[in-house]
């Protein structure tokens, strides 16, 4: 059964990589040849390196949201995470990969925060809050956009 999460989560590692560089994934439900045979030993390789897919940089930083269209680009930069790729490469988040991802946030938190002066850990901290209600509002939005729109007539 381990072996079978493993293939999945392989599988689905590829999926997120492709719709993540915007290719199109297999169907939903439908499993590629590539899935049912066991991963090699580069498998974790491979998906690293979709992880590290770098994204457009402008100077020695990346730029936090798009040259054209203003739009924040962190959401596009989380979803090359290899954290994040092989958490969701089940399509389950568990317990323990939400610990394990909150351990790494907290680390980043005590290490950057005691670096900013007053007035820049004010910016900061609204920063980050606008950026969690902006996901938290986007999950939101898709979830309503996925909702049946037909009433059940049983």
């Known amino acids: 059964m381990a072996t079978t ?3 999945k989560r392989a599988a689905s590692r590829k999926a997120v990589a492709a719709r993540s560089a915007g290719k199109k994934g297999p169907a939903k439900g439908k499993k590629t040849a590539r899935a049912k045979s ?3 030993p580069r498998a ?3 998906a690293g390196r979709a992880a590290k897919a770098a994204p457009a940089k402008r100077g020695s ?5 798009d040259g054209a269209s203003h739009k924040p680009l962190i959401d596009r930069y989380a979803r090359q995470l290899r954290s994040f790729l092989e958490a969701v ?3 389950v988040i568990e317990e ?3 610990a394990v991802q909150e351990e790494r946030l907290v680390k ?6 005691p670096r900013l002066n007053d007035a820049l850990h ?3 901290t609204e920063l980050l809050c606008e950026l969690t209600a902006y996901d938290i509002m986007q999950m939101m939005h898709a979830m309503c956009e996925n909702r049946p729109k037909s009433v059940f007539q049983g």
């Open 108 to 113: 980043l938190m005590k290490e950057v925060e």
């Open 122 to 124: 004010a910016k900061v």
């Open 5 to 7: 999460k493993k293939v």
């Open 44 to 46: 974790k390789k491979t």
């Open 89 to 91: 490469a089940d399509g």
């Open 38 to 40: 066991k991963p090699g």
């Open 96 to 98: 323990r990969e939400l």
């Open 61 to 65: 930083r990346l730029s936090w949201l």
